[in-house]
């Protein structure tokens, strides 16, 4: 598929989206809108036959559910997943924290087993202030797995306030780095062909990949961009017609 109908899609996902969101009143547009580039990309472009996918920040799952929808699976839309093999949910979601070791065990376990397949995994940079992440870059790195490639949302917000103001993740990526794991920063989160490049890259050297997106909360409706109300408010009244006209909907 061509960049411009990669576009085209993520367009599509994001109308979508914001109309399940008015439907079923859900809240969390902000995560939700920051992913979609990664999830089409992957879904789109990288992901083989063997591979799986891991959402641990299971409270932006509409667009997953949404997009496998498209693509003939029938997952039940809501927040946090539950696991649905056949529809295409591999692991269940939404205590944050958690999603990463238990793809860490996955990938651990095709290793032991010579298992083909990489477990892709995507957390929120919220996440990566909880101590079982930490725990498992240890666990992942000790381990070589190489085939577990962690993908992080950095969009710079959590909950109500930004990460700076709650709890920085200053040098995130010398973090990482400093566990041992193959690092790759992408500066902009929403470019197909920037996230396509670089996950094309990815080569097996013992150590599992990170990947740091910068991201864009909210990304798509320029008045709702970046501002921390939107990780769980619902939407309403007149931000209903602000989204519909700048998604073209």
Not at 178 to 191: D, V
């Amino acid at each position: 598929m061509a960049f411009k109908n990669l576009k085209k899609l993520a367009l599509k996902l994001r109308q979508d989206v914001f109309q399940a969101f008015i439907k079923k009143k859900e809240a969390h547009l902000g995560g939700s809108f920051s992913i979609i580039e990664i999830l089409i990309s992957l879904f789109e472009k990288i992901l083989k036959k063997d591979d799986k996918f891991i959402l641990s920040k299971s409270h932006a799952s509409f667009p997953l559910v949404i997009y496998l929808k498209m693509k003939g699976f029938n997952p039940k839309l809501k927040t946090h997943l539950e696991l649905d093999k056949k529809n295409g949910i591999y692991c269940t979601t939404g205590s944050l924290g958690h999603g990463l070791p238990i793809s860490a065990g996955m990938a651990f376990a095709r290793k032991k087993l010579r298992k083909r397949g990489k477990i892709f995994v995507l957390v929120s940079d919220g996440e990566c202030q909880e101590g079982t992440t930490w725990e498992t870059l240890l666990i992942a790195s000790k381990n070589k797995l190489d085939n577990l490639i962690i993908l992080i949302d950095y969009n710079k917000i959590q909950a109500l306030t930004t990460l700076d103001e709650g709890l920085p993740l200053y040098n995130l990526r010398k973090k990482i780095e400093a566990f041992n794991c193959n690092t790759i920063e992408i500066k902009n989160g929403h470019s197909f062909n920037s996230i396509i490049k670089k996950l094309r890259k990815i080569k097996k050297n013992n150590k599992p990949t990170v990947i740091i997106f910068h991201t864009i909360k909210g990304k798509g409706i320029k008045e709702f961009e970046n501002d921390p109300v939107w990780h769980a408010r619902q939407l309403k009244g007149d931000e209903i017609s602000i989204g519909k006209k700048r998604l073209g909907i």
